[in-house]
């Protein structure tokens, strides 16, 4: 399972390296084209704003896999046992696998059926549910990384308990 993840996160770093540089290629030329051409940059600029939405959703699934995701780590760490902190951390992995399922994943399945049919207005040729298509993609990626998280707190939580009534 961890050489999947490692693909995963390959693949991910990599999609949202691309989407780096091409936002900067496009974001340079719309700079350039507004002042040096004097052109108007519509196509550009919601070009722009669609991989930026890209690159955010994709790369907070990527943040998933490498737990920088944001948590509260007063409530674990008030805890002295490994034990509880472990049963405590597994709850709250299954809480944001609960929410990334029923928002990104389900509800985004859910905008993308409903906006597949509208066109994009700066670029015809793009529908608004191709957009929205990053947030199940995102939910699928960042669900995975709350499942394998989960399953590396199960096993923290069987592993052998030493003399101090601790997990080693």
Known sequence: MHTIKLWVDRFLA?????LCGLLTVVV????????VFNGAGALTEELAKIMFVWLVLLGAALLFGEK?????????DAFSSKRLKGMFQLSA???????????LLIGGLD???RTMRQTNAAIPFLRTGQI??????CGAFSAYYCLYNIWN??????????????AK
Not at 153 to 166: F, K, M, T
């Open 14 to 18: 990599t999609i949202c390296i691309t």
């Open 153 to 166: 707190d199960i096993l923290q939580l069987l592993r052998p308990v030493s003399s101090e009534g601790e």
């Open 132 to 137: 929205y298509m990053a947030l199940p993609i």
């Open 111 to 113: 905008a993308v059926d």
């Open 93 to 103: 992995d299954v809480l944001i696998l609960l929410f990334v399922v029923a928002i």
């Open 28 to 35: 340079t030329w719309q700079v350039v084209n507004r002042y």
């Open 68 to 76: 920088g995701h944001m948590n509260i780590g007063i409530f674990v």
